[in-house]
Structure formats: C-alpha cells, structure tokens
C-alpha cells in the first residue's frame, strides 16, 4: 500500500452535512475512508469508459429457461466470445426462472457488447454488467 497523504478540502456546509449523512447510512466510520472508496469509484468508472481496456467483470442474467433454443444460443455465443471467460454459475431460481453470473475479463467495451447481445435475446428477463479494473488500492 502506498504511504498516506494528508489533504484539505473546502465544501459547503449544507453539502457536508448531507456527504455525512450519506455515509453514516453505508455505514462509514469515517469521511477519509468514504471520500477513498468515492475517489476509487470515480478512477474505475473513468477507466473502464475506454473500451480498449482492459477489465474484468461479470455479466448477470436472468431468464426464462423455458424460452425455445434460448439456453443453447446462451450456450453458443459463450463459446464463441472472444472473452477469457473464467466461469459461469447456473441458479435454478424457481420452476421457470433460471440466474446466471458469467465472470469474465477482456477488453472493457468487448465486455459491454458480450453483456449487452446476452442481455437483448429474447427471454432475459433481466441482465446487468459489473466492470472492474484493478488498478488502485
Ligand atoms: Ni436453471
């Protein structure tokens, strides 16, 4: 871990009463530990913005596996994703639902596409995409 610094910051006395309201309801002890976690955010999401970067994530999906062919189509394009996809765990949700959560690392916007072509067939119900690049502490 890199040494800490110590810096101040001005702010408006009605935006810090609600920043400290916020963070007492995610449970911070402290504002440091919040504004890190805010900052380390902000650098993810602007990182993973460019899609030539590289990034791991997941891409969650819920469908109906009754939908024809759909299971095997989901199937299909995994096998020809030019993602590293590292797994992919199957819930059985109930009689009809079924969850999946595929972890995947590649180009960020290769990520995004996958996500999105899974996440448009019909019979998804639901789908979301977590981008992650490691690249602060
Ligand atoms: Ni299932």
Do not use: W
Request: aromatic fraction near 8%.
């Amino acid at each position: 871990m890199s040494s800490i610094k110590r810096f101040g910051v001005s702010i408006e006395h009605n935006l810090l009463r609600e920043f400290d309201g916020f963070i007492k309801k995610k449970g911070y002890e402290n504002r440091s530990e919040a504004i890190r976690d805010l900052i380390r955010e902000a650098l993810v999401k602007e990182k993973t913005t460019h899609p030539e970067a590289e990034a791991t994530g997941t891409i969650n999906i819920v469908y109906n596996h009754h939908r024809p062919r759909l299971s095997d189509r989901l199937t299909h394009l995994q096998h020809n994703s030019p993602l590293n996809i590292f797994s992919s765990t199957h819930v059985h949700l109930d009689k009809d639902l079924c969850l999946e959560v595929i972890v995947v690392n590649g180009k960020a916007g290769d990520i995004i596409s996958f996500g999105e072509k899974l996440g448009s067939l019909r019979g998804v119900l639901h789908s979301q995409i977590f981008l992650f690049s490691p690249a602060f502490e």
